[in-house]
Every structure is written in structure tokens, then in C-alpha cells.
Nanobody, 113 residues
Framework: QPQFVESGGGLVQPGGSLRLTCAVSGQPVDYDNIGWFRQAPGKEREGVSCISASGTNANYADSVKGRFTASRDNTKSTAWLQMDNLKPEDTGVYYC??????WGQGTLVTVST
């Protein structure tokens, strides 16, 4: 199974930006889509974005469309989620996964003044 380690979260003011990193180890995921998910306090985990195996296509939840950009580099076994114009409702723990691996610890994003 692949293992996923997320990093790059932190505290940011509304309107700010963060870049999350998803480092993959173990079984390669070069042929798998990679999804980004988040779980806000008291809410269920939800999908945020999904990037294709080649990295040429990505889908986004309506709530983040136009503000978030997913990318990946299979040669580095790494994916990223660029988050711009962050809003308080983007607060939560962010995870990456290909649907086959176990969930990592996630990285906490807090958008607040």
C-alpha cells in the first residue's frame, strides 16, 4: 500500500495562500488519480480536488473552484495543492489519498484573523 504524508498547513488570514504537499512512499501511485480531501471541525471528510495520474486534468469542488490548483510530479512521488484566496470555511485537516492507501495524519489549515 502507498503511504501518504501531508504537510504545509498552518494559520493564515483570509485572503492568504498556502501550498500543501503530499509525499507518497511505498507502492508507486504513478498510475493512480490522487485526491485531496478535508475535514472541518464537526463535519465529515469531503473531497476537494482530484488530479489525474498524468497530472493533465484536475477536478475541484465548487467551493474551491478558481481558488485551488492541484499538481503533481510523479518523478518525485509528490503532489501539491496550491490554495489561494483562502476563506474561513476552508479551515480543516487536509488529506491526500489515491483511494487505495491508508489515511495519513493530514495537515491542519486554519483560516482566521
Amino acid at each position: 500500500q502507498p503511504q501518504f504524508v501531508e504537510s504545509g498547513g498552518g494559520l493564515v488570514q483570509p485572503g492568504g495562500s498556502l501550498r500543501l504537499t503530499c509525499a507518497v512512499s511505498g507502492q508507486p501511485v504513478d498510475y493512480d488519480n490522487i485526491g485531496w480531501f478535508r475535514q472541518a471541525p464537526g463535519k465529515e471528510r469531503e473531497g476537494v480536488s482530484c488530479i489525474s495520474a498524468s497530472g493533465t486534468n484536475a477536478n475541484y469542488a465548487d467551493s474551491v473552484k478558481g481558488r485551488f490548483t492541484a499538481s503533481r510530479d510523479n518523478t518525485k512521488s509528490t503532489a501539491w495543492l496550491q490554495m489561494d484566496n483562502l476563506k474561513p470555511e476552508d479551515t480543516g485537516v487536509y488529506y491526500c489519498n489515491d483511494g487505495l492507501g491508508s489515511w495519513g495524519q493530514g495537515t491542519l489549515v486554519t483560516v482566521s484573523t
